[in-house]
């Protein structure tokens, strides 16, 4: 079968496959795929810019075997930004790849019709001439063992909130599309392990002061029962699921900013489970709630 050709934004690219169910459970295609990227990507397409992108693809649908993939520029188009970036001790023996930057909106639908069901970015940007800047997103990373859910994580992130408010920084939560959610804050950082160091630190904090609920190690034995802080997402290698992307669960997730007030009224895993047509919805409702995140004027840490 012929791949279509559409126009993208003034951009021609092929797409294929659009009939393709990747989610079994509800159906979804990849052509519903592509639409709810296209959809969302007046609201998405700032929280990626100048991060270089990790592709998580899922040629066969979320049942299927997936890839992660850094290097795009065997492949990539000419009018795709690509940056090149160490990765010291690579699984695939290369010292550097050639990231994809998802500046526009033809480069997210090609993206998109490579079955990257998820969109994985650094807390960092580069500049113009592809140089790593400093971190400019701290970020909590609040993963619940069983059978803590993510109305444990809830609890957990009102309380850093409150010690982040201490010290002058304001906090911005979101699901992440799986099991449990991720705290944000903006800041301005003059070294890159600051956010790393800071992160640990509360972790190791709230770990004292809520023993029964919050663990910083990760050790597995230790998780049951508990949330992780998972403070090591600061580390510059290290990537996290971006604002508004689906994720490959069972039904369309997507990893989605929630309100304090829909994190302290929590009472069920459930009540923070939202699909890529509620989340368009909630745009209509909500607007941006990570908009803050992408403010110029941010506290330094």
Known sequence: MTSPVVDVAGRRMKVSNLDKVLYPETGFTKGEVLDYYARIAPILLPHVKDRPLTLKRYPNGVEGKSFFEK?????????????????????????????????????????????????????????????????????????????????ECCEVALRLREVLAEDGLDAYPKTSGSKGMQLYAPVRTKEPGRTREYAKELAERLEKEMPQLVVSRMAKNLRPHKVLIDWSQNNTQKTTVAPYSLRARPRPTVSTPITWDEVAECEHAS??????????????????????????DRPRL
């Open 71 to 151: 290097d795009v520029a065997r492949h990539a188009p000419e009018w795709v930004r690509t940056v090149c970036i160490e990765t010291p001790g690579s699984s695939r023996g290369s010292e550097k790849a050639d990231f994809a930057l998802v500046q526009d909106l033809p480069t997210l639908i090609w993206v998109a019709n490579l079955a990257s069901l998820e969109l994985h970015i650094p807390q960092w940007t580069v500049g113009p001439r592809g140089g790593k800047r400093n971190p400019d997103l701290l970020v909590f990373d609040l993963d619940p063992g069983e059978p803590a859910t993510i109305v």
């Open 271 to 296: 009540d923070l489970v939202f699909t890529a047509d509620e989340v368009l919805d909630r745009i209509e409702t909500h607007g941006d709630l990570f908009e803050p995140l992408l403010a110029s």
